[in-house]
């Protein structure tokens, strides 16, 4: 009973996104964990506006960690390049929650922000190629008209097999098979160039700090 508890106490805390005021849950019903918390900004008329706040959640099993330290062994100080590219490029179990928080944004908008983002990177992953049919598969059954008001959720997650899917409001979009897509779409987050860097520090922290946990 105790140990029932202390599972739905943990389930039900809760990060704030500090920017934003968003909060977050500590952990997913599926046992993913918050490793860090962000926001997406976009320039409109030389102007910073602030277009979603999001979440990083990945599954820090035996399998990630094992993958970890089979590149870097536990004594990992800090995070590096190839820890990033490590979760990038493997198929490691991670969801990306955002909650839209600026007013009027309806599907068509996100539409265009993933075509800019996805297509920005999958083209600095390829040398050069956009790959639009590719980026049209997610979010295949979205509706352009429908409105996004603030709070609410989209969450892409990576399945086993490399594998994207899309939900919006809990409601199935689409599910891609694709390595290079899954690649492409946590590369935005955490390549060279991400949308919001402190986010990505806190989630390479939060993964070398899980290399010496039990």
Same mark, same amino acid.
């Given at each position: 009973?105790?140990?029932?508890?202390?599972?739905?106490?943990?389930?039900?805390?809760?990060?704030?996104?500090?920017?934003?005021?968003?909060?977050?849950?500590?952990?997913?019903?599926?046992?993913?964990?918050?490793?860090?918390?962000?926001?997406?900004?976009?320039?409109?008329?030389?102007?910073?506006?602030?277009?979603?706040?999001?979440?990083?959640?990945?599954?820090?099993?035996?399998?990630?960690?094992? +993958?970890? !330290?089979?590149?870097? &062994?536990?004594?990992? *100080?800090?995070?590096? #390049?190839?820890?990033?590219? /490590?979760?990038? %490029? $493997?198929?490691?179990?991670?969801?990306?929650?955002?909650?839209?928080?600026?007013?009027?944004?309806?599907?068509?908008?996100?539409?265009?922000?993933?075509?800019?983002?996805?297509?920005?990177? +999958?083209? !600095?992953?390829?040398? &050069?190629?956009?790959? *639009?049919?590719?980026? #049209?598969?997610?979010?295949? /059954?979205?509706? %352009? $008209?429908?409105?996004?008001?603030?709070?609410?959720?989209?969450?892409?997650?990576?399945?086993?097999?490399?594998?994207?899917?899309?939900?919006?409001?809990?409601?199935?979009?689409?599910?891609?098979?694709?390595?290079?897509?899954?690649?492409?779409?946590?590369?935005?987050?955490?390549?060279?160039?991400?949308?919001?860097?402190?986010?990505?520090?806190?989630?390479?922290?939060?993964?070398?700090?899980?290399?010496?946990?039990?």
């Amino acid at each position: 009973m105790e140990a029932e508890v202390g599972r739905k106490e943990e389930e039900e805390k809760m990060e704030v996104e500090p920017k934003t005021g968003v909060s977050f849950p500590a952990k997913l019903s599926d046992g993913k964990q918050l490793c860090a918390t962000g926001l997406r900004r976009r320039k409109l008329l030389a102007l910073g506006i602030n277009i979603y706040a999001f979440g990083m959640y990945v599954d820090i099993d035996a399998r990630l960690k094992e +993958l970890l !330290k089979a590149k870097f &062994g536990e004594a990992a *100080e800090r995070p590096c #390049k190839e820890l990033y590219e /490590a979760v990038i %490029d $493997g198929d490691v179990g991670i969801v990306v929650r955002l909650v839209i928080v600026f007013k009027g944004l309806t599907m068509s908008m996100v539409r265009k922000n993933f075509d800019e983002g996805l297509g920005g990177s +999958l083209k !600095k992953l390829t040398g &050069g190629q956009k790959n *639009e049919e590719l980026i #049209k598969k997610v979010m295949a /059954a979205a509706k %352009d $008209g429908t409105k996004l008001p603030p709070g609410s959720v989209i969450e892409i997650t990576r399945l086993p097999g490399h594998v994207l899917q899309a939900k919006v409001k809990d409601e199935l979009m689409s599910k891609v098979e694709s390595e290079l897509l899954c690649r492409a779409y946590f590369h935005m987050y955490l390549g060279d160039d991400p949308f919001d860097k402190e986010a990505k520090e806190r989630f390479g922290r939060t993964l070398v700090s899980s290399l010496s946990a039990p």
